[in-house]
């Protein structure tokens, strides 16, 4: 067996020389965080970690506490960051600027980062580089693209690893070589599920009546998450208890859930304790609008989707075309045409009324996260860093004019966009992308 396909099995990954890789893993936030950027980071880096020699990661702690954090996250040794703690932007400047000083980055065969300046300081000064990260940049801030490109086809940049093939997509519009474009989707750790809890049990713990159907949503409550279609589906089915679940205040959905009495708003939950709300619902929400992905383009394969996989819950969705790439109607859950209120409607009482149809959903949705932890991940990312190492890299050419002036073009409507929203990233609904 070639040593490509070798890490997919567990086999220690192998760099020059025929010794183990070493992978320098970077990350640019204090650890821990509740974001969920620092979840997919720490549990990715922990379980590719687990199959190197030696890795490393470079961050910045506050203080000895915040090194034992993040060691206790990812099981690998700390480099503390030469790195401001505030203001974050300062914080991230000086990870990239400082990191290509330090002993481990000229020692790496592989920096592994998810923040664009830290890849561009690495490839720079000499380093090797796989980038994971689920924003479409080039569609998001097109002004980038010039940079992005370069930066991508450098014969030292390895990988990119989408979270997602509608991100992946982007690249390749972009024209970067689909050979360095991975879609390499997130995880779950089926050990939140290691001790199973009947719906009946789960809701008496809760307070809630036996009896009462429910519907649960977890993740942060606000107004960029499509919430607001799901109000509208509460204030019609009176008798089906909403719960979202977490909340970091008083926010306007928060405030609009107060004249609705079958909604309940509870705060945030660690990991520790979500499961308590996940076990007690009937059917779990991932509510189906595109405003997420298109109005504001904060939410790409939103990650609690794979959570809610391995729950053995049924499932209710939009068909948007990043959930439908895990997601199929009627096989492992239900999917509603995106921002329709009667279809919402439809799909939670079909799911709350027939108990088989539900049960088929859940097992199916289970079934498919087996192949869906933070483990399988790992395999996967493995072997593309083995194989990519391993292979001879080409530089793509330069520059061209039909790319020139769809830079322009998009960057104009980035401008106007930003000007009129103050937000820094264009969603596809503002690119004149109503089909995203």
């Not at 609008?289 to 809610?308: I, N, R, W």
């Amino acid at each position: 067996m070639q040593r490509g396909m070798e890490a997919a099995c567990g086999i220690p990954v192998f760099g020059c020389n025929g010794r183990q890789m070493r992978v320098l893993f970077t990350f640019e936030n204090p650890l821990p965080a509740r974001a969920a950027d620092a979840e997919v980071f720490t549990n990715t880096a922990r379980c590719v970690g687990a199959r190197l020699a030696g890795p490393a990661l470079h961050v910045p702690a506050d203080g000895a506490l915040g090194e034992a954090a993040a060691k206790q996250l990812t099981h690998m040794a700390i480099i503390r960051a030469f790195a401001p703690l505030r203001p974050a932007a300062l914080r991230h400047f000086f990870c990239g600027l400082t990191i290509v000083f330090r002993s481990a980055f000229r020692k790496a065969d592989v920096v592994y980062t998810r923040n664009l300046w830290v890849a561009w300081m690495s490839v720079t000064f000499g380093a090797r580089v796989v980038f994971d990260h689920y924003r479409p940049w080039p569609a998001q801030i097109p002004p980038l693209q010039p940079l992005l490109y370069r930066l991508f086809c450098h014969r030292r940049f390895l990988a990119n690893l989408c979270h997602s093939e509608y991100t992946r997509q982007k690249y390749i519009e972009l024209g970067i070589p689909a050979e360095k474009l991975f879609t390499v989707h997130n995880g779950f750790d089926p050990g939140r599920f290691a001790a199973p809890v009947e719906v009946v049990t789960a809701k008496t713990a809760l307070g809630i009546p036996v009896s009462q159907k429910t519907a649960v949503y977890t993740g942060r409550i606000n107004h960029k998450k499509g919430l607001g279609l799901v109000l509208r589906a509460a204030a019609a089915l009176p008798d089906i208890l909403f719960m979202l679940v977490g909340s970091y205040g008083d926010g306007p959905i928060e405030q609009q859930a107060q004249a609705l009495p079958n909604i309940r708003i509870v705060e945030w939950q660690t990991a520790e304790t979500l499961g308590r709300y996940v076990y007690a619902a009937d059917v779990l929400l991932i509510p189906p609008s595109l405003e997420p992905l298109a109005a504001f383009g904060s939410t790409v394969l939103p990650l609690k989707l794979f959570f809610y996989l391995g729950s053995g819950r049924p499932i209710l969705a939009g068909a948007t075309p990043d959930v439908a790439e895990v997601l199929q109607h009627g096989r492992n859950a239900w999917l509603c045409p995106p921002d329709d209120l009667k279809a919402l409607i439809a799909g939670l009482r079909e799911l709350t009324t027939d108990t088989a149809l539900a049960k088929r959903l859940a097992a199916a949705a289970y079934n498919d996260s087996q192949n869906l932890t933070w483990d399988s991940r790992a395999e996967k990312i493995t072997a593309i860093i083995t194989a990519r190492f391993q292979t001879t890299q080409i530089e793509r050419g330069m520059w061209s004019r039909p790319q020139f002036n769809r830079w322009v073009r998009e960057s104009r409507r980035w401008a106007v966009h930003m000007i009129r929203k103050r937000s820094l990233f264009l969603p596809p609904a503002a690119a004149g992308n109503t089909n995203p």
